[in-house]
């Protein structure tokens, strides 16, 4: 079990710099400079297509391998080592970091103000999952809300696309954000007591892999470091999980019980 966490995150990772290289290629080659609109079939599309179902399958195949595990704490599913406590802890201070450079180059949009405050939020809330989670207290509030602002920066990115007729040109960036809240959401479910480690590996692996991809979009230096810093939060708590899987306790196949009937009552009778 503790293999499969790792070799979904490196096939995560190997697939994602694959995926990278042909969405770079993608958006220099396929949109029009002037209307925006993109060259349909093209072979880098269909290339890139292929890649992103085969990976997801194949990311999703390697979840169901692993076998049915109890409800564990927060603190028994993400303990682990220091160094990869300190990675989620640096990616922390990051998004802190480049939240405060965005809203200290924000304009006078209301939205971007009210994003750029609750992304500073979440990233607090990443540091207490990682401080005091991983000593055993309750996470539960933190956990929910790098979820709520992953939904609201989903949902003001549809807003801000809702009118461009290219599917293509914005796909994979919604992929990746909805990626992250489903991984997010995986993590949250382990503070409140209702861990589903198959879905945590395939969603966070999925996350990993759409991240990589989107950056080959033209985003502003600040959105790629917010997105590389939360999938490398999503990415160390599924290896800690996948070292940790060994320790839960499998859950026991349920035996049904035969019903009773009017039959049987008699004959007790």
Not at 62 to 78: D, E, G, H, K, Y
Not at 109 to 135: K, N, V
Request: glycine residues 8%.
């Amino acid at each position: 079990m503790r293999k499969t966490g790792f070799i979904m995150a490196l096939l995560a990772l190997l697939s994602g710099a694959t995926g990278w290289l042909l969405r770079r290629h993608e958006v220099a080659t396929i949109f029009d400079p002037y209307t925006g609109l993109a060259e349909t079939w093209t072979p880098v599309s269909l290339a890139l297509i292929l890649l992103s179902g085969a990976t997801v399958l194949l990311l999703f195949a390697l979840s169901r391998t692993v076998s049915n595990q109890s409800v564990a704490t927060f603190q028994m599913a993400f303990d682990g080592s220091s160094f990869l406590t300190f990675l989620i802890r640096l990616s922390g201070f990051t998004l802190l970091a480049l939240t405060a450079l965005f809203i200290w180059a924000i304009n006078e949009a209301l939205r971007d103000w009210f994003w750029a405050i609750s992304a500073s939020l979440a990233g607090l809330c990443l540091l207490d999952m990682s401080l005091r989670g991983r000593r055993g207290h309750s996470v539960a509030i933190t956990s929910v809300v790098p979820v709520l602002w992953l939904c609201m920066w989903l949902v003001f990115s549809y807003i801000d696309h809702a009118t461009n007729p290219t599917l293509l040109a914005y796909i994979y960036y919604f992929f990746a954000l909805a990626g992250l809240i489903l991984g997010f959401y995986h993590v949250a479910g382990f503070a409140f007591g209702l861990g589903n480690p198959k879905g945590l590996l395939f969603s966070n692996s999925v996350a990993v892999y759409f991240t990589a991809v989107t950056m080959g979009d033209a985003h502003s230096p600040l959105r790629r470091g917010i997105f590389l810093a939360l999938a490398l939060i999503l990415l160390v708590y599924q290896l800690l999980l996948g070292r940790n899987l060994s320790r839960l306790p499998v859950i026991p196949p349920q035996e049904e019980k035969p019903e009773n009937n009017l039959l049987d009552a008699d004959e007790t009778l």
